[in-house]
């Protein structure tokens, strides 16, 4: 018989993309355990993600917490009476932390040297060299627990559990120098609305911005309304791109808090980006999206691609290790905006 575990802790303290293929993991976690009590541990930066699962029952942010004193935080979280922690992204403190807490079983990978100090169930597998996908290596960490660790990536698209972004009227409001704009009227019913997502905050290779703007040439504008997103940083680096293509986009740069941006993805047809938050995000909620990718392990789309039911990637088979400390990959550039465009067409005959 199947142990009834009544509350698990998932920790994963890094990013946006990370975050989303981790939610496959909790879901499955739910229909294993339907009683049990979820928590996970991310960053605020994250909690937006995070709200949208339906069964994480409580979050925590790391970021609010780090600041107290080890004795505090293991206090803390003894008092949580957590069964299981499930150290997604292995952080040394919080496995120390965890281990005081006295939490029974605690599983992380063996390929972390602190953990075999500090987590009583190790499972053995390395990101870094494996072929298989970040969603499929979070499911390794099920093992202990002896629940099925293996499913398709189309299986996985069913799996994130998700509800459908909402926020309050008042939050729709965004501003555009001194207009105030309602995130719905951004739309045009009467048109695809696309994304163009450039940058990647250094996450990932970048297609580069000429090739961006080649695809906005080759594009309709009568039938596509095309918007280009990013961080507020994200937009000064675009500033001579942004002005000179001011008459055939909308720039949404630095425009949404991140409650927004997913609310407003929630309402787009289709992204085109490079390995980043943006795209995992428009993938998981179902949207058209086009990832393009370096072909260099370990940050190639084996790995990193999006998962979704309508999601596409475009890699070079070039081999490209010589790029691999560079800001840009040759190979990855080499990729064409025919080629993109083709994928786009293909959806919207």
């Known amino acids: 018989m199947k142990k009834q575990f009544k509350t698990f802790l998932i ?15 909790v879901t499955i976690l739910k229909k294993f355990f339907p009683e049990a009590h979820i928590i996970f541990l991310g960053k605020s930066y994250t909690k ?9 029952d409580e979050i925590l942010c790391w970021d609010e917490l780090e600041t107290k004193p080890d004795s505090e935080l293991v206090s803390f979280f ?17 496995a120390n932390i965890v281990k005081k807490a006295k939490i029974k079983m605690r ?17 053995r597998f390395s990101r870094k060299k494996s072929n298989l996908h970040e969603a499929e290596l979070n499911l390794k960490l099920l093992k202990p627990l002896k629940l099925k660790t293996k499913y398709s990536l189309q299986e996985l698209t069913t799996l994130y559990g998700i509800k459908a972004p909402q926020i309050a009227e008042e939050e729709k409001i965004v501003y555009f120098s001194d207009k105030k704009i309602n995130i719905d009227d951004l739309i045009d019913n009467n048109k695809i609305n696309l994304v163009l997502h ?25 039938k596509f309304k095309i918007f280009i997103s990013g961080t507020k940083a994200d937009g000064e680096l675009m500033r001579d791109f942004l002005y000179d293509y001011q008459d055939m986009v909308t720039d949404v740069t630095g425009r949404f808090t991140l409650e927004q941006f997913i609310y407003f993805l929630s309402k787009i047809d289709g992204l085109i980006a490079a390995s980043t938050g943006p795209l995992h995000i428009a993938a998981m909620l179902g949207k058209f999206v086009v990832g393009i990718y370096a072909p260099m392990r370990p940050i190639f789309p084996r790995r990193w691609a999006p998962i979704g039911n309508d999601a596409h990637y475009l890699v070079s088979n070039k081999s490209c290790q010589e790029c691999k400390d560079s800001k840009d990959c040759d190979s990855m550039l080499c990729i064409t905006p025919e080629q993109v465009l083709a994928i786009i067409h293909k959806k919207w005959q």
Do not use: M
Not at 200 to 219: M, P, Q, R, V, Y
């Open 11 to 25: 920790s994963r303290t890094d990013n946006l993309g990370d975050v989303v293929l981790s939610l496959p993991l």
């Open 107 to 123: 599983i992380g990978t063996s390929h972390r040297f602190f953990h075999w100090t500090t987590c009583n169930k190790k499972v």
């Open 48 to 56: 937006p993600i995070l709200q949208l699962s339906e069964y994480i």
């Open 198 to 222: 450039p940058k990647t905050k250094g996450s990932a290779k970048e297609w580069g911005i000429d090739n961006f703007g080649k695809l906005i040439d080759s594009l309709s504008k009568e």
């Open 78 to 94: 003894a008092e949580k009476n957590i069964d299981v922690a499930i150290h997604v992204f292995p952080d040394k403190r919080i």
